[in-house]
């Protein structure tokens, strides 16, 4: 058995060898999933044949009392455990998202019994802080000295509503100018316990916001554009979604063509090429394309004039241009450079 393994299986049977009663020793490995599934306080009640309640009480009391057996260093196993949890955390920023910080102790995707008797630990430690699991943040451990729980909770808080506000993802060293930590990785760390906010590419944004959290074809589309900023061809966004970092990226050619046809956010500019529509890129063809430039600048406009505005929204030949141009139901040369509306 692993080292880092070995001390911290030591350190949950130490204390739960200080629990007396059988039953409470029950109560909390199957409250926290210590040898098995963890258990809700329901589920344990009806086993046990006492209510909810009481179990919540048990639970609290038993917690107390491991949470005093720590303080006066009566758990001898319990400081090397706690050695090894703060010697990771302060590798990862101080604070860490449960699942992460057992993955590192455990140097392996740890099991679902690893990660309860990580926080089983941590729980009742008076060096370590634990997050609750909820709907705004992920289970997590932290080095007290940086803080309880409501203080962490705070500083998740701070970094969610200015990411809110900026209303557009951010670095981390975008982060790290508007707030004052130590290090970048302190507020990395942070911000990786909240469930409001994701990561994709360095950049930190809203869980809801595609750019950093795409969920479908399009989405991811619009992300592989958005970063290279210059239009492309269907089939090497495809490559691009394959090469990324996206949780699905078995997507076929067809499909991404498809979802780029039906999207009103990608234009078609060229042969098979496409580019965000936020760029200025328009829809249509070359002629009326042609026409609305004419339309917007209500004069004649010379031959160079008009190939150059709409190079900016089409990646076509000029040829392409000059031929359309010669449709006189629909342009008019006034002279020998010069066209207008016909």
Do not use: C
Not at 57 to 67: D, H, N, P
Not at 75 to 87: D, H, Q, S, T, V
Not at 317 to 327: G, H, R
């Amino acid at each position: 058995m692993d080292q880092n393994a070995e001390i911290l299986k030591n350190a949950i049977s130490g204390s739960l060898n200080i629990i007396e009663q059988d039953r409470e020793k029950e109560i909390i490995s199957r409250r926290f999933g210590l040898t098995g599934n963890k258990e809700t306080l329901e589920q344990i009640g009806e086993m046990l044949s006492i209510t909810r309640e009481r179990v919540r009480q048990l639970e609290k009391a038993i917690l107390i009392r491991l949470q005093i057996s720590a303080e006066e260093n009566q758990i001898p196993e319990l400081a090397a455990a706690e050695k090894i949890l703060i010697r990771n955390l302060t590798e990862m920023g101080r604070i860490a998202k449960l699942s992460d910080l057992a993955n590192k102790v455990y140097n392996k995707d740890a099991t679902a019994s690893e990660r309860t008797g990580i926080y089983f630990i941590a729980t009742f430690s008076k060096s370590l802080t634990v997050i609750e699991e909820n709907d705004k943040y992920n289970a997590a451990v932290g080095i007290a000295e940086y803080g309880d729980e409501k203080i962490i909770r705070g500083k998740v808080d701070e970094i969610v509503k200015l990411i809110r506000e900026n209303k557009t993802p951010m670095t981390i060293d975008e982060l790290d100018s508007k707030l004052n930590y130590e290090h970048p990785d302190h507020i990395k760390a942070i911000a990786s316990i909240s469930k409001l906010l994701a990561t994709l590419n360095g950049l930190w944004g809203l869980a809801k916001w595609p750019t950093v959290n795409p969920k479908n074809i399009r989405d991811k589309i619009f992300v592989i554009l958005e970063s290279k900023k210059e239009p492309m061809h269907f089939s090497e966004i495809a490559k691009e979604i394959a090469d990324s970092n996206f949780k699905r990226r078995n997507v076929t050619i067809q499909a991404i063509h498809n979802e780029l046809i039906k999207d009103p956010r990608f234009v078609l500019i060229g042969r098979g090429i496409y580019a965000l529509s936020s760029w200025g890129y328009k829809k249509g063809t070359i002629s009326e394309i042609i026409t609305s430039i004419l339309e917007k600048a209500k004069e004649p406009m010379t031959r160079e004039e008009i190939v150059k505005q709409v190079l900016r929204t089409r990646k076509v030949k000029e040829t392409t241009i000059l031929l359309n141009l010669q449709n006189k139901k629909l342009f008019k040369k006034v002279d020998k450079n010069s066209y207008t509306l016909a």
